[in-house]
Every structure is written in C-alpha cells, then in structure tokens.
C-alpha cells in the first residue's frame, strides 16, 4: 500500500520552531519531487516548500523564505519540513505530497495534480 504519514505538528509559541517529518511507506521516495503544501481554515491550499528527487533544488514560497528549510533522505524514505521564527499565521493543517515531475516549481504548483498526498498535520502557532 502506497502511503505518506506526516508528523511532528502541534502548538507551539510565536518565534519558536518545529519540525515536520513525512515518511513515505510502499514506493521509494527517491524517485519523486516532493512538497509541503498547507491549508489554513477559509483559504486554499498552498505550496510551501518543495524539493527535487535528488535534493539538489528547492523552492520556498515567499512568506517562509528565511524560516523554513525543507529537506530529504531518500536513504530513510523521509523529506522534513525544519520550521522556524514561526508565526500565527503559519497555523494550517500541513500536507506532504510526492510527484514524479522534474521542477520544483511545478511541484508546488497547487494547480498541478499529485498522485500522493498525506493525511496532513495540524500546525498551531499562538501563545
């Protein structure tokens, strides 16, 4: 069974940090673009960060770049989400995705269908 599992979510204070780990089960990750997407209540979902198959290319959606940092090992089937200086408006539930598509910048395009999608976490930041 073809599977992602996220984890890691939770509250967490403005200013403080999580991390965010997806674990792929049933494929190997390795050959697949991967994104963290989320979605805060009353809005669509957004690509947040993604990462090539190979982990040499990355895209940041602008309201996180500096504060985020997605990264990946294949070895471990796992791509992680380090999230820092959090803000109240990061609070979504967060997805992991997985794709065979060759750019990142398609990756995170919300538009672009994804054949794998995690249950999300939900990420709360409030003090």
């Known amino acids: 069974q073809l599977r992602l599992v996220e984890s890691g979510g939770g509250l967490m204070q403005p200013g403080g940090s999580l991390r965010l780990s997806c674990t792929a089960s049933?494929?190997?990750?390795?050959?697949?673009?991967m994104g963290w997407f989320r979605q805060a209540p009353g809005k669509e979902r957004e690509g947040v960060a993604c990462?090539?198959?190979?982990?040499?290319?990355?895209y940041y959606t602008d309201s996180i770049k500096g504060r985020f940092t997605i990264s990946r090992d294949n070895d471990m089937n796992t791509v992680d989400l380090q999230m820092n200086s959090l803000k109240p408006e990061d609070t979504a539930v967060y997805y992991c995705?997985?794709?065979?598509?060759?750019?990142?910048?398609?990756?995170?395009?919300?538009?672009?269908?994804?054949?794998?999608w995690g249950q999300g976490t939900q990420v709360t930041v409030s003090s």
């Open positions: 995705a997985a794709d065979p598509l060759p750019t990142v910048q398609a990756m995170c395009d919300i538009s672009s269908p994804k054949p794998f």
């Open positions: 049933g494929f190997t990750l390795g050959y697949y673009a």
């Open positions: 990462i090539n198959a190979g982990g040499e290319s990355t």
